[in-house]
């Protein structure tokens, strides 16, 4: 079966510090990969998608990147961070001929 | 282009009372539609999928939702809702590699 993993949980950063959230997929391979933040209070924004390693595709111009090392990896970026980034992040996988995506357990972001 | 329409962000319901939370897809291809659901600080799941075939797709836990292409509507409902239903519950429909969702209805069942 599959599973998607991110970490950290939670995480509190200061202004201006730079960000690294990652996401790995076990079981599938070539999967689609996404990027969600969730505002409080608001629905889901899709950040990136990736549906190949190297291969980014960048929905909201802004401060964050996203990268794909290796084939079930996706990583977010920041180099530094706004009071804009908090929120709560999702990652989510999809077959590449599939339907349904499937998320992460999410990681829980507040900039001070 | 598509697009996802939930007009309610909040819907209150008395426990045992039942409960529709409506949504509405514009869309000029086929269509896939999914409902997610989203308990607090948690990822969301699956609830049902609309992909072809029956029009009434069912989950395990009693939702049921129905396609409805001449109103473009996949409304979700419960006949009786529990405690334990309270979420928030995402519409989506899928686009060729991205899916669309809705801003989301916050269920709030009362006691």
């Known amino acids: 079966s599959q599973t998607i993993h991110q970490w950290p949980a939670t995480l509190v950063q200061p202004v201006g510090s730079p960000l690294s959230l990652e996401c790995t997929v076990e079981?599938?391979?070539?999967?689609?990969l996404y990027w969600y933040r969730q505002a409080a209070g608001r629905g889901l924004q899709l950040l990136f998608y990736?549906?190949?390693?190297?291969?980014i595709s960048s929905e909201v111009p802004q401060n964050l990147s996203a990268s794909r090392p290796q084939d079930r990896q996706f990583i977010l970026s920041s180099k530094k961070l706004l009071l804009s980034d908090s929120g709560f992040y999702l990652c989510?996988?999809?077959?590449?001929?599939?339907?349904?995506?499937?998320f992460g357990p999410g990681t829980r972001l507040t900039v001070l | 282009a598509q697009s996802v329409t939930q007009l309610d962000s909040q819907v209150p319901v008395f426990e045992e009372a039942p409960v529709e939370l409506r949504c509405n897809y514009s869309?000029?291809?086929?269509?896939?539609l999914f409902w997610y659901v989203q308990y607090p600080n948690q990822g969301l799941q699956l609830l049902l999928k609309?992909?072809?075939?029956?029009?009434l797709v069912e989950s395990i836990n009693g939702f049921e939702a129905e396609f409805n292409k001449s109103q473009t509507s996949f409304h979700l409902r419960k006949p009786s809702v529990h405690i334990s239903d309270t979420a928030e519950y995402f519409c989506?429909?899928?686009?060729?590699?991205?899916?669309?969702f809705g801003t989301g209805t916050r269920l709030k069942v009362l006691a």
């Open positions: 989510a996988w999809s077959w590449t001929s599939g339907n349904e995506q499937f």
């Open positions: 079981g599938t391979s070539n999967p689609n």
């Open positions: 990736s549906v190949g390693i190297g291969q």
């Open positions: 869309s000029s291809v086929s269509v896939y």
């Open positions: 609309y992909l072809s075939g029956s029009t």
């Open positions: 989506a429909v899928r686009g060729t590699y991205k899916y669309i």
